[in-house]
């Protein structure tokens, strides 16, 4: 771990917080990257350990997202940032007692970064796995985890959303059941929620050398939309224009408002739209 003298006094002093509820409370001063650092690897703050989530090991991490260890850290730390940014441009009143959502949560690893954001009882976290939920419930990541449909027609929340995420989802479904989970998701969203899901650019088939990628960047580039089926019509790798994403957002009743790309991630463009 590379934290800082700064950083260091902050973890110290939540070390030796009175309780769980004001030691959390300390680490949202945290930069964004130290806190993913106490989250995702080996630390030596005993006192913390029993408070912080868990993470699963290399192995799984690598299956569920194709990276692991400090790799997998940086790529969600970027992940949160476009969330924390988008927030503060397009909806910066939201985090005062916000719900939030992960739509699509998987073992939670983008969900443990939410007590930064509001409270644990105001997170939820949904994935069509029970596997997955499984995974968050091991690892102790703080939220409301509920099993969704894998094509939802809504969604198992107590409550409506005030900004919601899609991470890595998108890029999997195909056009007909990614507009089924933005009407869910639209159906679920409070007045002028925020809303970001991330979609591939055309230049994410270059690097598939294992599929007939030029047959799938001229179906991109022709319709703005091409999809190649793993399991089923339902999931496995996608990429749309901007363009597409739009129209698609229009249907399900969303605006957009805006688009975001880190090069920590560059095949996951982040889209941004208000519930209209």
Not at 55 to 83: E, F, M, T, Y
Not at 127 to 153: A, K, W, Y
Not at 225 to 249: F, I, N
Request: neutral net charge; charged residues 20%; aromatic residues 10%.
């Amino acid at each position: 771990m590379t934290i800082f003298l700064e950083s260091e006094r902050i973890i110290a002093a939540a070390a030796s917080a009175h309780d769980k509820y004001e030691a959390l409370k300390i680490l949202k001063q945290l930069p964004l990257a130290d806190y993913g650092e106490i989250l995702f690897l080996e630390h030596s703050y005993e006192a913390l350990k029993p408070i912080l989530p868990t993470v699963p090991n290399p192995d799984l991490q690598k299956i569920w997202n194709g990276h692991s260890g400090r790799d997998l850290l940086i790529r969600s730390v970027s992940a949160i940032q476009s969330l924390e940014l988008g927030i503060a441009r397009y909806k910066p009143t939201a985090l005062n007692g916000a719900v939030l959502l992960d739509f699509g949560c998987g073992w939670g690893r983008l969900t443990r970064f939410l007590p930064r954001l509001t409270s644990a009882a105001n997170i939820w976290a949904l994935d069509p796995m029970e596997s997955s939920l499984e995974q968050c419930r091991i690892h102790r990541v703080p939220g409301n985890f509920r099993l969704s449909d894998r094509l939802p027609t809504s969604l198992p929340l107590d409550c409506k959303f005030d900004v919601a995420f899609s991470y890595s989802v998108f890029t999997h479904l195909s056009d007909t059941a990614a507009l089924c989970a933005l009407k869910a998701l639209r159906n679920a969203a409070a007045e002028n929620a925020l809303l970001m899901i991330t979609i591939r650019p055309i230049e994410y088939w270059r690097i598939r050398t294992d599929l007939d990628r030029d047959a799938l960047a001229h179906s991109h580039a022709t319709h703005g939309y091409a999809y190649h089926p793993t399991a089923d019509e339902v999931y496995g790798d996608s990429s749309m224009s901007l363009h597409y994403a739009k129209s698609l957002l229009v249907q399900a009743n969303w605006k957009f408002v805006g688009f975001d790309s880190l090069r920590d991630d560059p095949f996951q463009t982040r889209v941004f739209s208000l519930a209209a």
